[in-house]
């Protein structure tokens, strides 16, 4: 499995402003994921961020709104820029297994809450 | 185009009683199956996959699940429910032919009560 620690865990922020977050992995991992979920509710993924290559965004999801840096195997950082109420929500990082063979399975960070005013 | 079904948005059960959370699922290849768990304010955790091999796979906190290829499910179940059960449970598939990525069912809230 992977232990993945995610900074901030929650935070208020004002319209207009951004915020960035940050993923932390264990091990080195090839792929990380970035996903939304409203508190309840399922899990939409934004991007998905590869090292050394440009992120992939999912349908409905821009760059220049959710700019993703993945500097190195351990490591990422999402950030949702220009923020409005509607970007209220919990962003989640995830990555697939561990090191070692493969495992298919996810394992996801706590979580940050985000909050709009 | 891949697909995870969770028909039932929540479902109560008494402490001591088996417990029965339900998935079905469509993909155009072979599934991989996935159940997640999630406590309140907290990241998802990984249970149980079925990959390849026995239907009947087991998973963390005794909680196994059960491949049907016929009937395309893959329904969690656990013999005997606990209090510290309760939380939202998400069923997630992956289509390994097609794509990396995961779709995930809209979750199921498990209550149990005492």
């Known amino acids: 499995s992977a232990v993945i620690s995610q900074k901030p865990s929650r935070d208020i922020c004002q319209r207009g402003t951004s915020l960035t977050i940050q993923c932390q992995v264990d091990s080195q991992v090839t792929m990380m994921f970035w996903y939304r979920q409203q508190p309840g509710q399922s899990l939409t993924l934004i991007a998905t961020?590869?090292?050394?290559?440009?992120?992939?965004?999912e349908s409905g999801f821009v760059i220049d709104k959710f700019p993703i840096s993945r500097p190195n195997l351990t490591f990422s950082t999402l950030t949702v820029s220009n923020m409005s109420p509607e970007d209220s929500s919990i962003y989640l990082c995830?990555?697939?297994?561990?090191?070692?063979?493969?495992?298919?399975?996810?394992?996801f960070g706590p979580g940050t809450r985000l909050t709009v005013t | 185009a891949q697909s995870v079904a969770q028909p039932e948005d929540q479902v109560n059960v008494a402490e001591g009683n088996p417990l029965t959370v339900k998935c079905t699922y469509s993909?155009?290849?072979?599934?991989?199956l996935f159940w997640y768990v999630q406590y309140p304010n907290r990241g998802l955790q990984f249970l149980l996959k079925?990959?390849?091999?026995?239907?009947l796979v087991k998973g963390s906190y005794g909680f196994e699940a059960e491949f049907n290829k016929s009937q395309t499910s893959f329904h969690l179940k656990k013999p005997s429910a606990l209090v510290s059960d309760s939380a939202l449970y998400f069923c997630a598939v992956r289509d390994l032919s097609l794509t990396y990525k995961y779709i995930f069912g809209t979750g199921t809230r498990l209550k149990v009560l005492a």
């Open positions: 993909v155009s290849g072979n599934p991989y």
């Open positions: 961020a590869n090292q050394g290559s440009e992120a992939t965004y």
């Open positions: 995830s990555v697939e297994g561990g090191s070692g063979s493969p495992h298919y399975e996810q394992y």
């Open positions: 079925y990959i390849t091999g026995d239907n």
